[in-house]
């Protein structure tokens, strides 16, 4: 399908090259139970979901956002009666998911080594700097990609500026994510190519309307390994 017509492949890191949302979402049930005294599990979760949302333009995304949201949330659903002991839990609780080891999905070093000699390849992750560097580190990955763009926001500015800076050719250039909003919309809308292979779990945050997917061409795949013999002759 884009045999001839890629010459570089990006890759999303968060849950498209390792493991991630399933330790948020494990946070969320353990803070909702921690917070069920004050509010059902629902309604915190609704109000933490919202509470995120709100502080992404000025804490970023990643642990340290998150956790600065539940202590928010937290205080919002106990209308100022939470603890000390419980603040410290949830400061614990990011602590913990700071060190979690890296867990590489399935098949993926298979792909980038058998796409590593045919095409450039780029890491387009964003979240905190520190944060995704360690897991850069930590995944052993980082010795396949030709680039490494870590970044504040996913958006049609920031493809635009990392295809400039190495002087990529849009309709040449592919992305691969399991998110629809960050990882396939911006790039099939500057006239690059993406493939979106979905994760089991996806932040709320990064979920899209069906109307926004209508008429936008991009591939669906159930797993990385299905990206060789759409780049590859066998």
Known sequence: MFHGKVKAV???????????????DRAKADIAEMMSGYAPADKFTEVLEQTQ???IGVFGYGVKSFVISMVEAANKVSRGKVTEAEIASIIELGRRML????????GVE????????????????KGDVAEQQRKI????????FDHIEILSEKDEAAYRHILSKYSIRHDEFLMVGNSVKSDILPVVEIGGRAAHIPFHTTWVHE??????????????LDSVAELLPLLIHS
């Not at 990006?10 to 948020?24: G, I, K």
């Not at 060190?99 to 399935?106: A, F």
């Not at 979920?207 to 669906?220: I, P, Q």
């Open 53 to 55: 949302s709100r502080n």
């Open 110 to 125: 298979e792909v980038l080594r058998s796409l590593g000699s045919e095409f450039k390849l780029l890491m387009i992750t």
């Open 207 to 220: 979920v899209v309307c069906a109307d926004k997917l209508c008429r936008r061409d991009y591939v669906e």
């Open 99 to 106: 060190t979690n080891p890296v867990e590489p999905i399935k």
């Open 137 to 144: 580190s930590l995944s052993g990955f980082s010795s396949y």
């Open 10 to 24: 990006a890759f999303d890191a968060d849950d498209t090259l390792w493991v991630n949302e399933p330790f948020f």
